[in-house]
């Protein structure tokens, strides 16, 4: 591990030295492509700088127990030795993390859509609660949101959402909430009580730029139309609302939240674009099932990842048998602890894979 570290800071170092002088000359672009290579790696460079510290303190130690006769000074040393060694492991462990294979995506925004599936109304109301959920999450954790699109129901539940989430690591946060959640609850209209099932489907896509994905434009249509309010009552005259088809695929995005036609077009394509990479993303994730780095993220999409039962109030996710209670808490955005339990999960399978090939 330790030439590995070596070489990923000599590499810090050049890169640094490259940043300063196209800093100098005003390369703007050169700029911009160093500085995000010399912050992929600067995690593991300072974690570096700490392990070499603490191994210098405990090389320090060892020569004191090896050389001196004063008590006081050897019991000093023990100390120091012992409190380094503590230090030491801790680090190595944080660097092993550190080092585990990264998602190119994690850095990204996201888009994040929600669609009712399997329930009819009581559906539709609980997509509608589940993205109060993401978004009162993203308020708390500093993260920006823009609603992108929106269908409602007449009885006000979601037909459809996209939402734009941005900062910093969103993907990496937010990556594992994707594919069927399952509710069980007596819904509101319910007059006998009786406890309902019903499935919504999360997508978590990443923001792609020009460079990943290129779309011809003689492959693309586009329709417009007059947006429409809940209810599907027409909100105004006048064709803002844009809807692209993309030709070899297939894939059609429609959008009309914003009184700007060329708005709505630009979103379209944004939103055309992430679709077409995470079916690509899918392709290759099928083809490299077996070594796919992303461990947790191979889930059948098919599957139920995680169910919300109200009676219960308790919250499961299928994937890491986990269950979490306060149910009420949670569907207002006090989801940190089922975030974070899902990225440990997938740290330690990246460990454990990583060990095996090493």
Do not use: C
């Not at 700029?31 to 460079?45: F, G, H, P, W």
């Not at 500093?142 to 129901?153: A, C």
Request: net charge negative; proline share 2%.
């Amino acid at each position: 591990m330790v030439e590995k570290l070596l070489e990923i800071e000599q590499k810090y170092l050049s890169l640094t030295e490259e940043l300063i002088r196209a800093s100098n000359e005003g390369n703007v672009s050169e700029m911009t492509s160093l500085n995000k290579q010399v912050s992929q790696l600067e995690e593991i460079y300072s974690l570096f700088q700490e392990y070499k510290k603490a191994a210098d303190q405990i090389k320090e130690a060892k020569d004191i127990l090896a050389t001196e006769s004063d008590s006081e000074l050897i019991e000093m040393a023990k100390a120091q030795m012992n409190d380094e060694q503590k230090n030491l492991d801790k680090i190595e462990d944080n660097l092993k993390i550190a080092l585990l294979p990264k998602d190119p995506n994690d850095d990204k925004n996201i888009y994040l859509e929600i669609r009712p599936a399997a329930g009819g109304d009581e559906a539709g109301l609980f997509a509608a609660e589940v993205l109060k959920m993401y978004m009162n999450y993203a308020q708390k954790m500093w993260r920006k949101t823009e609603i992108v699109e929106t269908q409602y129901s007449d009885v006000w539940g979601l037909k459809f959402a996209m939402v734009k989430m941005s900062g910093y690591k969103v993907y990496s946060i937010m990556k594992f909430e994707s594919w069927v959640h399952r509710v069980q609850r007596i819904p509101a209209t319910e007059s006998n009580g009786r406890v309902h099932t019903s499935t919504i489907t999360v997508a978590i896509m990443p923001e792609v730029d020009d460079v990943e994905v290129k779309i011809d434009a003689k492959d693309v249509t586009m329709d417009t139309y007059a947006a429409s309010s809940a209810g599907w009552q027409n909100a105004n005259k006048n064709q803002t609302g844009v809807r692209l088809h993309h030709l070899p695929s297939g894939l059609i995005v429609t959008i009309g939240d914003s009184k700007s036609q060329l708005q709505n077009k630009e979103k379209a394509r944004q939103v055309l674009k992430s679709r077409l990479y995470q079916i690509e993303q899918d392709k290759q994730m099928a083809e490299t099932r077996q070594v796919r780095w992303d461990q947790i993220g191979g889930w059948d999409r098919s599957e139920k990842i995680r169910t919300y039962n109200f009676p219960q109030d308790r919250i499961t996710d299928h994937r890491i048998k986990q269950s979490r209670s306060n149910l009420p808490a949670i569907m207002l955005g006090e989801i940190d602890d089922i975030i974070n339990a899902m990225a440990l999960e997938n740290q330690a399978r990246l460990m454990s894979v990583s060990q095996q090939t090493a």
